[in-house]
Structure formats: structure tokens, C-alpha cells
């Protein structure tokens, strides 16, 4: 990380920042060019090791990148606010922000897929027990973004 200054390093502190974020923007490859695109997300803490959970529809352009890519980046930052001042060169953005990478899989396995769910809607709604309509669970992909690298960097 080019500012050190900035990076955050303290893993509860990651941790907090993570939760605060709304929106997770997943980056692929395709051919030639990049597709990036915003989703909802949930994640999951154990020992250390991260992972990020989505929902999707069964079908589209992402769906169609998933086997293709090694890894996924991802982003995603909360707390943004516009500082002001007199010269054009002293205007700044205050933000905190995630960015990462990992292996993205389709989970298959039904109560996989639950498990993804609730930590979508535990991370929106607070509550991690939902009820979820069988028929829906065979008809939306979850994906699951199993992390190995990533960081967290704040300017407040």
C-alpha cells in the first residue's frame, strides 16, 4: 500500500469498517476489458478467514464470467465526505474502504445457499434467521467469495 499512513491494520478495526459498507463491488475479467458491478452482500468471520456472500439471479453476464476467472477483485467503502477549501489542489475525500481479491463459487448445496442468505440479510437487517421459500433458494445462485487477500485503508 502506497499511503501507510492510511492503511489500517487492526483487525477488529477492519472488521468494523467491512460492516459499515453497503455495497460490494465485485471486478472480473472479460476478454479485453473489466466488468465491475455493485452488489448486496453478506460476509462470515472464522478464525480469521473472510468470506463474502451474494445473491444473484441463475443467470447474466456475471454468471457467465464466474468460471472463467481465477480470482475476483472486490471494493467497497463507507464514510465518504467532500473536504473543502479555497484552491482547487486542497479539496479532499474522507472514506473508508476494503479491497480485496479471492476464488468466487456458485454454492449448489442447499443449505449452503441458506447459510449465504442469512448472512445477506443478517448483515442488512441484523436478524441472522429468516425463512427463506424452497422455491426460491432452487431458483437464485448464492455465491460465495472465499477471501485471501485484503485491505483496509482510511483518510478521516
Known sequence: MRRKDREVTDFTKMMAILKSCDCCRLGFIDGDETYIVPLNFGYE??????????????????????????????????HGKLMTADMACGFSWLYQCVMG?????????HDAKIQGLQKVMEHYSDSGSWEFHPAMIEKINVLKLTVSEWSCKEHS
Open 45 to 78: 468471520e472464522q478464525d480469521g478467514k473472510l468470506s463474502l456472500y451474494f445473491h444473484s439471479a441463475g443467470e447474466g453476464r456475471k454468471v457467465s464470467l464466474i468460471p472463467k476467472q481465477k480470482t475476483v477483485s472486490f471494493e467497497m467503502d463507507t
Open 101 to 109: 481479491k479471492g476464488n468466487l463459487e456458485i454454492l449448489t448445496d
